[in-house]
């Protein structure tokens, strides 16, 4: 089996050309780190076998960052294989640094020059001649612009090659610029040869003045995540919600209508009802709030604007001893912790992965996002979206204080580098918006579902039997879970929860947040189209006024991950930081909590009390800022420099004058 390396530099296409030639559904997005290790898929073309392999980016053999090595080592191993190497149109003068550094490696080489309608304005056959090997222009995302590569790739007649010891690799700056010197004299030649001009910088945009500007970007990115979350909870996700689980529940009224004509038992029905179809009901429930707020995220990474966002935090981000490119793994955060972890291996440095991940879990993730649409559909209907948009602000202000925090007690400061590629405006790919989506929503349901349902099925017997396995769902005897639960509720008790069903909703949750919703529903006997208004009747197991409510939401926002995160950490970590990161989330959303039920037992206004929340943080914000600087400025060394006339000169920002 032949196999075919993907090469290139960070958005150029390299993913969305796997997923198009090997019918794939791998992430493609506009940042440099998105790719962090090869994927590998078979594909077949007039009867013979390939083994594609999609390696992460990089802009040239002589690495810096830790994705750049696993290529540059990949290419090194596989000296036999196939490159197709991945061009920008756009950015040829760039991306032809790297083409050139692999011919002195292999003529094993295919160009590939992508995105050549957006920039055709050259002769690509010249290129061809030039460098001596096969060049094809061609729309990655188009299954037909595609063939006429395969058909190239079909008629390859393999070089067999002996790489260069030293070739690639780490090399001196000196070697770096003598290098650079030669290959962009003959990139220069090709592109003069080839009559390609360009005369603007790639990516630029006029409303680029507004949203990179330091005093309008932020707020317009509030402005943005505040409407992604009006269609994600308002009419839109409603409506849409509404009528899918409507749809399901009615499906399954008639079923649980069939087993109550052949089966007389009364527990057995109850058990199917509540247990394995009110679990199923509770996944599909939440399904379509999720692809919502999917499709919003991946069309605002397709059309460019996400790339903006950890441009304009990437300063900030400095700041308080981060890097821009724990940006992108932060983002990625309100997907999924789990799989945001799995980013973070892109950072140079162990100390700026750790820090990343331990503060991953503030951003809250897509697994919360039923047990915000229910509390706030029962609490607060009118807000609901405002509501989830506070809540994600609370977590967001909430990281930053602990990471400036981590930064004020650290010797250590980080000194990644970012690297950030700024597409182009343009209008998304509707249909890789979509797929991408559900492709997301059913990893989501295929990760979680089973299990959901399952522990559903647990969560139950728990609820309904005694600890000697009687039979307690009529109310003779205490069950399982009351048992467990009454242990330890007393611990609740000041955050305005400490009932034994919103704890056993807690521990669910530390298991997978998706089990909050469908262990509240259980506990409260109803399914999870009627549990919002069960939380409100005080005779519920399960109930909150609006105050405990939005307490017992912002400690769900903010308590340990899921149990797959806590791993996920660990793998990427270490086992010490994954559990100081368990404790610290607890220790958080415990605080945070207490002082929101405490203080709101006075305010009595929920929603004045979360703007509250947000203004006192931003006053620990600027406390925190405040203390850091006052211990920066202890630590300073004065010197005098040579020189100096008598007064601070503006040569040492530490010289005080003679």
């Not at 030669?182 to 630029?204: H, P, R």
């Not at 724990?326 to 980013?343: E, H, P, R, Y």
């Not at 879990?361 to 807000?383: H, N």
């Not at 660990?570 to 559990?579: F, P």
Request: hydrophobic share 45%.
């Amino acid at each position: 089996m032949q196999k075919v390396l993907l090469v290139g530099n960070p958005n150029t296409g390299k993913t969305t050309l796997f997923n198009t030639i090997a019918k794939a559904s791998e992430h493609a997005g506009n940042w440099h780190g998105v790719t962090v290790a090869v994927k590998e898929k078979k594909f077949t073309f007039n009867k013979k076998e390939y083994l594609l392999c999609d390696l992460p980016g990089i802009y040239s053999l002589d690495y810096i960052s830790k994705e750049e090595q696993i290529s540059a080592e990949y290419i090194k191993e596989n000296k036999n294989a196939i490159v197709i190497c991945m061009l920008d149109a756009n950015n040829l003068k760039r991306n032809l640094y790297l083409a050139i550094e692999l011919l002195k490696q292999t003529k094993n080489i295919i160009l590939a020059i992508n995105m050549a309608k957006e920039y055709d304005s050259f002769e690509h056959k010249k290129i061809e001649d030039l460098l001596g090997v096969k060049v094809v222009k061609i729309d990655a995302r188009s299954k037909k612009s595609v063939k006429s590569l395969l058909q190239v790739l079909d008629n390859f007649e393999i070089e067999k090659t002996e790489n260069k010891q030293g070739e690639i690799g780490q090399i001196s700056l000196q070697e770096t610029k003598q290098k650079s010197k030669e290959n962009f004299q003959k990139i220069d030649e090709i592109l003069s040869v080839s009559k390609y001009k360009k005369n603007t910088y790639y990516g630029y945009s006029k409303i680029d003045k507004i949203l990179l500007n330091p005093w309008f970007a932020i707020p317009v990115f509030l402005l943005v995540l505040g409407g992604v979350f009006f269609i994600t909870f308002g009419v839109v996700g409603e409506t849409f919600s509404s009528f899918i689980t409507g749809v399901v529940e009615k499906c399954f009224s008639c079923i649980i209508l069939w087993l109550k004509s052949i089966i007389s038992s009364k527990i057995a029905i109850n058990f199917i009802d509540f247990a394995v179809f009110g679990g199923a009901l509770t996944v599909v429930s939440f399904m379509p709030q999720i692809l919502l707020m999917m499709v919003c995220l991946n069309f605002l990474e397709d059309v460019g604007y996400l790339s903006r966002v950890a441009f304009v935090f990437d300063k900030i981000f400095k700041k308080i001893g981060l890097t821009g490119k724990s940006v992108f793994s932060l983002i990625m955060g309100f997907g999924c912790t789990t799989s945001a972890l799995q980013t973070t291996r892109i950072l140079e440095t162990k100390k700026a992965r750790e820090r990343t991940a331990v503060l991953l879990p503030f951003m809250s993730c897509s697994a919360k996002l039923p047990i915000y649409a229910v509390i706030c559909s029962a609490f607060f209907s009118k807000y609901k979206a405002l509501m989830v948009f506070l809540l994600y602000i609370i977590g967001v202000i909430l990281m930053i204080l602990v990471s400036l925090l981590m930064n004020a007690f650290s010797k250590q400061k980080s000194q990644d580098s970012f690297i950030l590629e700024m597409p182009k405006f343009r209008v998304p790919n509707f249909k890789k918006v979509i797929s991408g989506a559900i492709e997301s929503a059913k990893s989501f349901l295929l990760r979680v579902g089973g299990i959901l349902v399952v522990s559903s099925v647990v969560i139950y017997l728990l609820n309904n039997f005694s600890i000697s396995l009687k039979y307690v769902g009529s109310g003779d005897g205490k069950s399982i879970l009351e048992v467990i639960a009454g242990a330890i509720d007393f611990l609740f008790v000041p955050l305005g929860f400490g009932n034994k069903g919103a704890v056993v909703a807690i521990l669910s949750g530390i298991i997978a947040k998706e089990m909050v919703v469908s262990s509240l529903a259980i506990v409260n006997g109803v399914t999870a189209g009627e549990l919002a208004k069960s939380l409100i009747v005080t005779t519920s197991s399960v109930h909150f006024n609006t105050l405990s409510a939005f307490s017992f939401l912002v400690f769900v926002l903010l308590y340990s991950p899921c149990v797959s995160a806590v791993v996920s950490m660990k793998k990427e970590t270490s086992r010490k930081i994954a559990l100081q990161s368990f404790v610290l989330q607890f220790v958080v959303a415990y605080f945070t909590s207490f002082v929101i039920y405490n203080v709101g037992l006075v305010c009595k206004k929920s929603i004045i009390l979360g703007v509250g929340l947000v203004i006192l943080l931003a006053l620990l914000f600027v406390l925190v800022i405040k203390l850091i600087k006052r211990k920066k400025h202890k630590n300073l060394t004065f010197v005098t420099c040579d020189g100096c006339a008598g007064s601070t000169c503006g040569n040492n920002k530490l010289c005080r004058g003679r």
